[in-house]
């Protein structure tokens, strides 16, 4: 398969449905690179057609933001916005909540104006509308998943439907942890707290919210957040459970189960 | 005599509003101490928010339990009110039941109605002070709560059924005194609460039943009056400003955080030299120092905090055990006002204290715990977000002081140059898609 840059397209005269803003986790991360190539592969398999921007693409400034630092996020904004407004981006889609979130609500008063999408919603509408097909009987059929809320898609943005639908489509059973949806428990990694030690405490918040999710006796615990995903797994492997446990990106189940 | 109680009645009420009504001028002037936000467009949608979030409580009905009970004692409280207005009447006017002969049967029945709401209110209020002081709910033993604000609490539930109580003794009296044929008490037909409480007051005499009936009379309304002075000091302010606060509760998502647009400019003007004005002067002040720098509903929502701490118990940092509390925050922020407020109150105007908000009333440690992860906006049944406040401070922080910890110093530094907040080099950003091209 081809993945192709908005600077490829340009200079083939093509312009894509979508513009797939992958994010520095989805870019750098070992683990959620696997999450950024199981969604590439879902859009090659059902032949979306969609474009990164590759090296062109930088920090949305989110985690600048919300750390305090206003001046390093206008910067940010300001160079990507110019990027993507000169592609004429109409449409972008994410796997990162918290560039959903800057995307979709905080660059339009910046200048930068999108129909912007978490890739959760995609992979729903894609299989309402057939285009994704599943395996019958596939590798999560009948088991126990228990699908963790991400801060910034669920109470920041009202998404919670979207996730669960996808994971209902896999003919699982979900398990609700005790804390969900509005009152769901954060990973721990928002606010730029991914990017520091924690503040002194008696316990690290990841792991609060792993042993929620792992009281649930999931088989796997389902994330739509690569930040989230970082602190699951880490909150899994600190219990010692990997073995038995997975941590999953809801788009590597739904790639790991297309026909 | 009957003169000498009105008078008095005149004089109690007169103190009583023109107390109030100063002390609620200084919240208000504290209030306009934040900056200007307009938070005027979309009234509807601002009125529906009124209706649902206040006037509806639909955020208590998280708990349906514990919102049932607390609608028990708001609609008691709300409705027992309306007697009040009978008893202001009366008091005034030198009658007693001024509104029996002209209802008629339907004053037997609202009479009935109140008492109803009066024993419910009662015991709600005893089982909120269990819930506080025998259960002891997590919140309500929180060390947010330690000294004045556990008191107030508990002041607030003892006093409403005090009220109560002498609501309901001075209507058993009332019917003793109507069975006796005292002709000043008029027949109103019994009450079905208060009649139960007769037989502690039969055989009494009709000038000691006087007597009761009377005080209770004083005290209820007298209590009254002095509740509503003790308010603007007190936690239980929300019951006047959860009106205000849902109306101007933010409309936008809960992830978008509130623009700069004078840092956008300084990195337009940056940017783009040849747009900025050559007269653009630097921004006083980035983010919030002190509560001069919040916004006036930030300031609104610390006066509306009724310290319930929903806030905290939902908030990932205070759970694991870190300094952050929401609720003190918002704790934190009204104490700040209110110390300020003092000093202009004797210094006619602000004059340094060499204190602020930041610092003095909220630590580092506090605001670094924070994810924004909006649970304690999520859970405020009064629209009330400390994390705007924990926003703003945070920004203080980091642009006027340059206070950040090491980690994020890196952090910044890699997104300034590699354009990720993790130090890898930009050319690898689509190494993965290399890997799958191939």
Same mark, same amino acid.
């Given at each position: 398969?081809?993945?192709?840059?908005?600077?490829?397209?340009?200079?083939?005269?093509?312009?894509?449905?979508?513009?797939?803003?992958?994010?520095?986790?989805?870019?750098?991360?070992?683990?959620?690179?696997?999450?950024?190539?199981?969604?590439?592969?879902?859009?090659?398999?059902?032949?979306?057609?969609?474009?990164?921007?590759?090296?062109?693409?930088?920090?949305?400034?989110?985690?600048?933001?919300?750390?305090?630092?206003?001046?390093?996020?206008?910067?940010?904004?300001?160079?990507?916005?110019?990027?993507?407004?000169?592609?004429?981006?109409?449409?972008?889609?994410?796997?990162?909540?918290?560039?959903?979130?800057?995307?979709?609500?905080?660059?339009?008063?910046?200048?930068?104006?999108?129909?912007?999408?978490?890739?959760?919603?995609?992979?729903?509408?894609?299989?309402?509308?057939?285009?994704?097909?599943?395996?019958?009987?596939?590798?999560?059929?009948?088991?126990?998943?228990?699908?963790?809320?991400?801060?910034?898609?669920?109470?920041?943005?009202?998404?919670?439907?979207?996730?669960?639908?996808?994971?209902?489509?896999?003919?699982?059973?979900?398990?609700?942890?005790?804390?969900?949806?509005?009152?769901?428990?954060?990973?721990?990694?928002?606010?730029?707290?991914?990017?520091?030690?924690?503040?002194?405490?008696?316990?690290?918040?990841?792991?609060?919210?792993?042993?929620?999710?792992?009281?649930?006796?999931?088989?796997?615990?389902?994330?739509?957040?690569?930040?989230?995903?970082?602190?699951?797994?880490?909150?899994?492997?600190?219990?010692?459970?990997?073995?038995?446990?997975?941590?999953?990106?809801?788009?590597?189940?739904?790639?790991?189960?297309?026909? | 005599?009957?003169?000498?109680?009105?008078?008095?009645?005149?004089l109690l009420s007169a103190a009583a509003i023109w107390l109030f009504?100063?002390?609620?001028?200084?919240?208000?002037?504290?209030? $306009?101490? #934040?900056?200007?936000?307009?938070?005027?467009?979309?009234?509807? =949608?601002?009125?529906?928010? *009124?209706?649902? +979030?206040? !006037?509806?409580?639909?955020?208590?009905?998280?708990?349906?339990?514990?919102?049932?009970?607390?609608?028990?004692?708001?609609?008691?409280?709300?409705?027992?009110?309306?007697?009040?207005?009978?008893?202001?009447?009366?008091?005034?006017?030198?009658?007693?039941?001024?509104?029996?002969?002209?209802?008629?049967?339907?004053?037997?029945?609202?009479?009935?109605?109140?008492?109803?709401?009066?024993?419910?209110?009662?015991?709600?209020?005893?089982?909120?002070?269990?819930?506080?002081?025998?259960?002891?709910?997590?919140?309500?033993?929180?060390?947010? $709560?330690? #000294?004045?604000?556990?008191?107030?609490?508990?002041?607030?539930? =003892?006093?409403?059924?005090? *009220?109560?109580? +002498?609501? !309901?003794?001075?209507?058993?009296?009332?019917?003793?005194?109507?069975?006796?044929?005292?002709?000043?008490?008029?027949?109103?037909?019994?009450?079905?609460?208060?009649?139960?409480?007769?037989?502690?007051?039969?055989?009494?005499?009709?000038?000691?039943?006087?007597?009761?009936?009377?005080?209770?009379?004083?005290?209820?309304?007298?209590?009254?009056?002095?509740?509503?002075?003790?308010?603007?000091?007190?936690?239980?302010?929300?019951?006047?400003?959860?009106?205000?606060?849902?109306?101007?509760?933010?409309?936008?998502?809960?992830?978008?955080?509130?623009?700069?647009?004078?840092?956008?400019?300084?990195?337009?003007?940056?940017?783009?030299?040849?747009?900025?004005?050559?007269?653009?002067?630097?921004?006083?002040?980035?983010?919030?120092?002190?509560?001069?720098?919040?916004?006036?509903?930030?300031?609104?929502?610390?006066?509306?905090?009724?310290?319930?701490?929903?806030?905290?118990?939902?908030?990932?940092?205070?759970?694991?055990?870190?300094?952050?509390?929401?609720?003190?925050?918002?704790?934190?922020?009204?104490?700040?006002?209110?110390?300020?407020?003092?000093?202009?109150?004797?210094?006619?105007?602000?004059?340094?204290?060499?204190?602020?908000?930041?610092?003095?009333?909220?630590?580092?440690?506090e605001l670094r715990a924070c994810t924004t992860c909006n649970a304690?906006?999520?859970?405020?049944?009064?629209?009330?977000?400390?994390?705007?406040?924990?926003?703003?401070?945070?920004?203080?922080?980091?642009?006027?002081?340059?206070?950040?910890?090491?980690?994020?110093?890196?952090?910044?530094?890699?997104?300034?140059?590699?354009?990720?907040?993790?130090?890898?080099?930009?050319?690898?950003?689509?190494?993965?898609?290399?890997?799958?091209?191939?």
């Amino acid at each position: 398969m081809k993945v192709n840059t908005m600077a490829e397209m340009m200079m083939n005269g093509e312009s894509p449905e979508i513009l797939f803003w992958v994010g520095c986790a989805g870019s750098f991360d070992q683990r959620a690179q696997k999450i950024t190539k199981a969604f590439a592969s879902i859009l090659d398999k059902v032949g979306y057609k969609y474009a990164i921007l590759g090296k062109e693409e930088a920090c949305t400034g989110d985690p600048a933001r919300r750390a305090g630092n206003e001046f390093l996020f206008q910067m940010m904004a300001y160079q990507n916005i110019q990027v993507l407004n000169g592609y004429g981006i109409k449409k972008i889609v994410t796997t990162c909540p918290h560039c959903f979130n800057t995307l979709k609500n905080e660059y339009p008063e910046l200048g930068g104006t999108y129909e912007v999408i978490h890739h959760t919603t995609l992979l729903q509408q894609l299989i309402d509308e057939g285009r994704i097909k599943l395996k019958e009987g596939g590798s999560f059929k009948g088991k126990k998943i228990s699908y963790h809320d991400s801060c910034y898609l669920g109470r920041a943005n009202n998404i919670y439907e979207a996730p669960r639908k996808v994971l209902e489509a896999l003919d699982a059973e979900l398990i609700e942890m005790k804390r969900c949806k509005t009152n769901g428990l954060c990973c721990g990694a928002g606010g730029a707290q991914m990017f520091k030690e924690d503040e002194p405490g008696d316990k690290r918040i990841n792991i609060e919210r792993t042993d929620e999710a792992l009281a649930t006796g999931a088989a796997f615990i389902a994330s739509a957040c690569p930040f989230c995903n970082t602190m699951m797994t880490d909150g899994v492997k600190n219990r010692e459970m990997e073995n038995e446990v997975g941590v999953l990106d809801i788009a590597e189940m739904i790639a790991a189960s297309m026909e | 005599m009957q003169y000498v109680q009105q008078a008095l009645f005149v004089l109690l009420s007169a103190a009583a509003i023109w107390l109030f009504t100063k002390k609620a001028g200084e919240i208000r002037r504290n209030i $306009l101490l #934040g900056k200007d936000e307009d938070l005027s467009d979309n009234p509807s =949608l601002r009125f529906k928010n *009124l209706l649902l +979030l206040a !006037l509806g409580q639909k955020k208590m009905f998280k708990n349906p339990l514990v919102a049932l009970m607390h609608f028990v004692i708001y609609a008691g409280f709300i409705i027992i009110n309306l007697e009040v207005l009978e008893i202001v009447l009366d008091g005034l006017l030198g009658k007693h039941r001024l509104f029996a002969p002209l209802l008629g049967p339907l004053y037997n029945w609202l009479i009935n109605g109140f008492e109803f709401l009066a024993v419910g209110v009662i015991f709600v209020c005893v089982v909120f002070l269990c819930r506080r002081n025998i259960i002891k709910l997590k919140r309500f033993i929180h060390k947010d $709560l330690n #000294g004045w604000p556990r008191s107030d609490a508990n002041y607030i539930l =003892l006093t409403e059924i005090i *009220l109560m109580s +002498l609501f !309901l003794t001075m209507n058993a009296t009332d019917q003793v005194l109507q069975a006796n044929g005292n002709e000043h008490y008029h027949q109103t037909g019994s009450f079905f609460f208060s009649n139960l409480l007769t037989p502690l007051f039969i055989g009494d005499s009709n000038s000691s039943l006087m007597a009761i009936e009377r005080t209770c009379w004083w005290l209820h309304i007298a209590g009254i009056f002095a509740f509503l002075n003790y308010l603007p000091y007190s936690k239980h302010l929300h019951i006047m400003l959860a009106f205000p606060n849902a109306y101007y509760a933010r409309l936008e998502v809960p992830g978008k955080m509130k623009n700069m647009p004078a840092v956008q400019n300084e990195v337009l003007y940056a940017m783009q030299p040849e747009t900025a004005p050559t007269d653009a002067a630097p921004p006083a002040r980035f983010g919030a120092k002190d509560i001069f720098d919040l916004s006036w509903k930030n300031l609104l929502d610390a006066y509306s905090c009724t310290e319930c701490g929903r806030c905290t118990a939902s908030c990932p940092a205070n759970i694991t055990g870190k300094l952050l509390s929401p609720r003190k925050i918002m704790m934190a922020t009204r104490d700040r006002m209110e110390d300020v407020g003092r000093n202009i109150n004797v210094n006619k105007h602000f004059v340094d204290d060499s204190k602020s908000l930041l610092h003095d009333y909220i630590s580092i440690e506090e605001l670094r715990a924070c994810t924004t992860c909006n649970a304690c906006v999520e859970a405020c049944p009064v629209s009330i977000s400390p994390l705007e406040i924990i926003a703003e401070l945070r920004r203080s922080l980091i642009m006027e002081e340059s206070n950040a910890p090491q980690e994020w110093n890196g952090t910044f530094s890699n997104i300034e140059n590699n354009f990720a907040p993790w130090k890898f080099s930009p050319d690898d950003r689509d190494k993965w898609a290399e890997e799958m091209n191939r």
